[in-house]
């Protein structure tokens, strides 16, 4: 499958195409990225060098692609943060350029709004943007618990409340929605979960909690659900590869006490997980 990856970048570390390109590849796909911008490494950092790209440059690489002829053999375009406005305008214009070219290519949205415990930490008017713009062109997206419930306008804890909530988020247009991060009121203290629902159903996986906070694996779990997603077609059988590979990564950044995940090192997680989680129907 072919990919077209529009997301942020650094040099060090892995955090938005950085963390997004080498799973895709690593399970066999090909990655066309496009970097809104090019940092020394992740902001997370508080100190960081680089610049961020003029949303025109990624119109521009879209149509050297179509000059190229090859949009027509694009199977998904995947997004992450948007710095802007005009980048998200940008981004959607894309899709919709790709979606003329090949109609059944698939969009997938990761909506980096913000999280708990941080709140927004996006500029003015993106989250808005997610909201009314990107959420409703997608066909999946994979919001966090936090980014869920601004999208939905409600607190998801409850089991009744999250399906509400995504029902919700269903009904602006995406068919399938992983929420990569979940602490329900029936979710143990050592672990946690990810759900991911489509009109068909709402499936649980639930893997130990791990004493880690690190950047990028948002990215790399939208990565991986996406492509999973695109050669099954199956939420429950992409939810089950993703989390597994995930935690595994996630575990091998723990053990290793590292700052930046561990992609590299962990790369077979993405092929073999060392542990496989099945999903449950709730």
């Known amino acids: 499958m072919n990919i077209l990856s529009i997301q942020s970048h650094v040099?060090?570390?892995?955090?938005?195409?950085?963390?997004?390109?080498?799973?895709?590849?690593?399970?066999?796909?090909?990655?066309?990225?496009?970097?809104?911008?090019?940092?020394?490494?992740?902001?997370?950092?508080?100190?960081?060098?680089?610049?961020?790209?003029?949303?025109?440059?990624?119109?521009?690489?879209?149509?050297?692609?179509?000059?190229?002829?090859?949009?027509?053999?694009?199977?998904?375009?995947?997004?992450?943060?948007?710095?802007?406005?005009?980048?998200?305008?940008?981004?959607?214009?894309?899709?919709?350029?790709v979606k003329s070219e090949h109609p059944g290519a698939l969009y997938c949205c990761d909506p980096v709004i913000?999280?708990?415990?941080?709140?927004?930490?996006?500029?003015?008017?993106?989250?808005?943007?997610?909201?009314?713009?990107?959420?409703?062109a997608a066909d999946i997206i994979t919001p966090n618990q936090f980014e869920l419930e601004l999208l939905c306008g409600d607190a998801v804890a409850s089991r009744e409340a999250v399906r509400a909530g995504l029902a919700t988020v269903h009904a602006c247009g995406p068919k399938a929605i992983l929420v990569t991060s979940y602490l329900g009121e029936d979710t143990?203290?050592?672990s946690i979960d990810l759900l991911a629902?489509?009109?068909?159903?709402?499936w649980r996986v639930r893997t130990p909690r791990l004493d880690i906070s690190v950047n990028g694996a948002g990215d790399a779990i939208a990565a991986l659900f996406f492509v999973h997603m695109l050669d099954t077609r199956s939420v429950p059988e992409a939810l089950a590869r993703a989390s597994s590979s995930i935690y595994g990564l996630l575990r091998r950044t723990a053990e290793a006490g590292s700052r930046e995940i561990a992609l590299i090192?962990?790369?077979?997680?993405?092929v073999n997980p060392s542990t496989m989680f099945m999903p449950e129907a709730i």
């Not at 629902?197 to 709402?202: D, N």
């Not at 090192?265 to 993405?270: K, L, N, V």
């Open 188 to 190: 143990p203290e050592d």
């Open 114 to 136: 913000g999280d708990i415990g941080r709140g927004i930490f996006v500029r003015p008017g993106i989250a808005e943007f997610m909201r009314d713009k990107a959420v409703p």
């Open 11 to 97: 040099t060090y570390g892995h955090v938005g195409n950085a963390a997004a390109t080498f799973p895709m590849q690593r399970l066999g796909h090909e990655v066309w990225p496009i970097h809104t911008v090019q940092f020394s490494n992740h902001t997370g950092y508080g100190a960081w060098r680089g610049q961020v790209f003029d949303a025109g440059l990624i119109g521009e690489c879209v149509a050297g692609m179509a000059e190229r002829g090859v949009l027509a053999a694009c199977d998904g375009v995947l997004s992450g943060y948007m710095g802007s406005a005009d980048t998200g305008i940008a981004i959607l214009q894309a899709v919709a350029t």
């Open 197 to 202: 629902s489509s009109p068909e159903g709402l």
């Open 265 to 270: 090192g962990a790369q077979d997680e993405f």
